[in-house]
């Protein structure tokens, strides 16, 4: 929990006690603009609450791909019962009936605005549980509780691998997803085992179960571009709309785009953002092309079941690499 909040499980709750309430307050506040707040304010907003989202940034979701963020704010937001506050940060919340949220200007720490409302979810992240487990006593120094591990999931203490010491998990910090654990867990055993192997962060896909749903692997474009600016090459991104996709369209879900960003002189695939119906699933594809560094100009010619939702990314691929379309 932030400094200044209380929570009391009932009126100003995680996410743990978000989806055990007795009751569906009219009211609730949302402190946090990422996953767990927008697929909460998604929730609750379909069940007839009306939300404030409160993000300390000044721009909501700003871990997405800002066209990404963009679509999913007209969306997923704009629409609903759902009002936006950025720029603020929520210096103290009392629980109680009703909850007192004090709203600070994140710049200047200086209170804005007072809010009263029924209820309070904070989704803020999570912190890892390293205390008391000894570390200390090996030389082993946590960063912001974070134990330090290489790609084969080595405990490292002074930038050294610690024999027989291994850390897998929200616990490192690398990446707070439970298939990034697993895939962490299966990394750590293969070594234990004498089988060299490293986790390929890059290739590992995440995604937000909203409607439509969010999901991307890789880069975004201005991490990209900011890569290519470091190691001198440009980057390139195309679009494809789901409005055009024939089985979207079938479903009446047509809301929805597929962005795919590459590097222009060797057409390696950097990332790729999916926003629309089961892009949850739709995003392994593009995960498995990035975890063999594919390029576009390969994947323009892997065929795709019609009619699918996979030819949004087929659509988009074949535009990267300049092939046009059917």
């Known amino acids: 929990m932030p400094p200044g909040i209380e929570i009391d499980g009932k009126t100003v709750f995680t996410s743990d006690d ?25 929730i609750y907003t379909a069940l007839g609450c009306e939300i404030t989202m409160i993000e300390a940034l000044d721009q909501l979701m700003p871990t997405f791909d800002p066209d990404i963020a963009k679509l999913a704010e007209r969306v997923l937001i704009a629409p609903r019962d759902i009002e936006t506050k950025v720029g603020l940060m929520a210096k103290k919340i009392i629980p109680g009936s009703p909850v007192i949220i004090e709203l600070a200007d994140f710049k200047t720490k200086e ?14 992240g999570r912190v890892p549980v390293s205390k008391n487990l000894g570390l200390e006593s090996i030389g082993v120094e946590t960063v912001r509780g974070y134990i330090p591990v290489n790609d084969k999931m080595q405990v490292l203490a002074a930038g050294e691998p610690v024999q027989n010491l291994w850390a897998i998990g929200d616990v490192n910090g690398k990446m707070m997803l439970a298939h990034a654990a697993s895939a962490q867990g299966i990394t750590a055993v293969e070594n234990i085992c004498g089988r060299d192997r490293e986790v390929d962060y890059l290739s590992i896909p995440a995604a937000a179960f909203t409607h439509p749903e969010i999901s991307y692997v890789g880069m975004t474009e201005p991490a990209a571009k900011e890569l290519g600016k470091t190691e001198g090459f440009e980057v390139a991104s195309v679009k494809t709309y789901f409005k055009g996709n024939s089985k979207a369209i079938a ?21 790729v953002h999916i926003f629309g119906l089961h892009a949850s699933d739709l995003i392994q594809e593009a995960a498995n092309a990035i975890a063999q560094r594919d390029s576009v100009r390969d994947l323009a010619f892997r065929v795709h079941t019609h009619p699918t939702l996979s030819e949004v990314l087929d659509e988009a691929f074949k535009r990267a690499a300049g092939t046009g379309s059917h």
């Open 18 to 42: 978000a989806v055990r309430l007795e009751s569906l307050p009219k009211w609730i506040a949302i402190i946090g603009s990422g996953y767990i707040g927008l697929e909460f304010s998604d």
């Open 111 to 124: 209170v804005v605005e007072v809010l009263e409302v029924d209820a309070c979810l904070v989704a803020t």
């Open 251 to 271: 479903e009446g879900e047509t809301d929805g785009t597929a962005k795919v960003i590459y590097r222009q002189d060797t057409g390696e695939l950097l990332g």
